[in-house]
């Protein structure tokens, strides 16, 4: 017998990315050479995670009630507009007036409300085939359902010709549409998109929206401020919004918990576009009422960070420069690894830059016993492995690679 509802009795945390992480954690306490390659956090190659002097400047510089009053659920004008003006950059005047922000609790409590919003109860979301696992359990909650399209083609590259069949097939059915796209640094296998892929995006979303049928993109961005191209190639993309049709909207959702290494301290928001007004009064309005009566409101803290760091020029100007580095220690460990993988003859998933790489394999549970019997962990997923690579050392990235070979070798024979 059992005191839960019908609906909770099946539930269980199916993304063991935590879990995993968590006793990867415990063994590299007892034994410093255990190799953590789970949770998706920067560290420096001393082993320390890697913070920013900007942000602890901004810290230290708030006051008690900054710190610890409460946030508005919302949060603030100022939170807004700093929230605008580092997502835009040089296009913020553009987009100024058709945004609207909503903070929430890092880029999980921005997809939770897109979610519950822009779909009905057992309505699905078209998901990327390959996925940060935690969509499928939000969406569960909510009690929706998911598809998935195929990320790639035969090619390697973003597959617009199985996205566009899917999206019709729900258009039919369900009368809307609602899509994710995790771009750039994809997680979790570090592709990140060309402007013509992000072209036939868009134009996808303008055939399928002609005839007045909803249709809205999340675009979970992540980890958009660690893309090796840089902040204006990764904002040019954003333009192309302003061409969607009346009916297609897209629904940002920003990880300040990322971006700034706040990891635990839960700041994110919800960037809405759209040209139409009251689609921007819509979403304000349903996504205070889901914050409100979710988890009340953000913290002051992460919020007021935020506004300091992406309003104050000397501030950001100074954690540019250290997100500079951060960039160069991921780019020459994933250069290390990807190296160490041509050499062993180890497969990976399309890669360009980010946290994590991914490698295709028939059994990712067996692999990933039998690497953590080397000491060595990873998340096994669906039919994948993941290595975080922003979590391990520029020499760890040079030696996995063939102990990895050697393992799926052994284990998929």
Same mark, same amino acid.
């Given at each position: ?13 199916? !993304? ?18 255990? %190799? ?17 002097? /900007?942000?602890? $400047? ?13 946030? /508005? ?12 003006? +580092? %997502? ?8 100024? $007036?058709? #945004? ?31 996925? +940060?696992? $935690? ?44 899509? %994710? ?16 892929? +992000? ?9 399928? /929206? ?8 999340? @675009? =979970?961005?992540?980890?958009? *401020? ?20 009346? !009916? ?44 409100? #009566?979710? +988890? ?75 690497? %953590?019997?080397?000491?060595? @962990? ?30 799926? *070798?052994?284990? =998929?024979?």
């Amino acid at each position: 017998m059992t005191l839960l509802s019908k609906r909770s009795i099946v539930k269980e945390d199916k !993304s063991n990315i935590i879990t995993l992480g968590a006793i990867a954690a415990e063994e590299k306490k007892k034994d410093p050479t255990v %190799v953590n390659a789970t949770i998706g956090m920067l560290y420096n190659e001393e082993g320390s995670l890697l913070t920013y002097k /900007s942000v602890d $400047n901004a810290l230290l510089a708030l006051t008690k009630e900054e710190k610890y009053a409460y946030a /508005s659920t919302p949060g603030s004008s100022a939170f807004h507009e700093a929230i605008k003006k +580092w %997502v835009f950059r040089s296009y913020y005047k553009d987009f100024k $007036n058709i #945004s609207e922000v909503m903070a929430t609790p890092g880029g999980t409590g921005a997809l939770s409300n897109c979610f519950a919003n822009y779909l009905d109860e057992g309505e699905c979301a078209l998901l990327p085939s390959y996925m +940060w696992g $935690n969509y499928k359990q939000i969406l569960y909650e909510n009690g929706e359902t998911f598809e998935t399209y195929k990320l790639f083609d035969e090619q390697g590259k973003f597959n617009l010709e199985d996205l566009k069949e899917k999206m019709e097939e729900i258009k039919i059915r369900q009368k809307r549409v609602l899509f %994710v796209i995790n771009d750039p640094c994809h997680n979790p296998t570090g592709y990140t998109m060309t402007e013509d892929e +992000w072209k036939g995006v868009i134009d996808i979303m303008n055939e399928l /929206s002609k005839d007045g049928t909803p249709i809205v993109l999340i @675009h =979970d961005m992540a980890y958009i *401020d660690y893309a090796k191209q840089g902040f204006e190639y990764t904002r040019k993309n954003m333009e192309l919004y302003k061409k969607l049709n009346d !009916s297609a909207m897209v629904i940002m959702a920003f990880s300040g918990s990322k971006t700034l290494a706040l990891y635990g301290v839960r700041i994110g928001a919800q960037v809405c576009i759209s040209k139409n007004k009251n689609h921007l009064l819509d979403f304000a309005r349903a996504n205070k009422f889901s914050s409100r #009566s979710k +988890w009340s409101n953000t913290t002051n803290l992460g919020n007021k960070i935020i506004t300091k760091i992406f309003s104050d020029e000397d501030l950001k100007k100074s954690f540019e420069d250290e997100l500079k580095y951060a960039k160069f220690l991921l780019s020459k460990r994933a250069d290390a690894f990807l190296l160490g993988a041509k050499n062993a003859g180890l497969k990976t998933i399309p890669f360009d830059c980010g946290f994590f790489i991914t490698i295709p394999c028939q059994n990712p549970e067996k692999v990933y016993q039998a690497l %953590v019997q080397k000491k060595i @962990h990873v998340i096994p997923m669906g039919s994948v492995i993941r290595v975080t690579i922003s979590a391990i050392s520029l020499n760890d990235c040079e030696k996995l690679p063939r102990i990895i070979k050697d393992v799926i *070798d052994e284990v =998929d024979r």
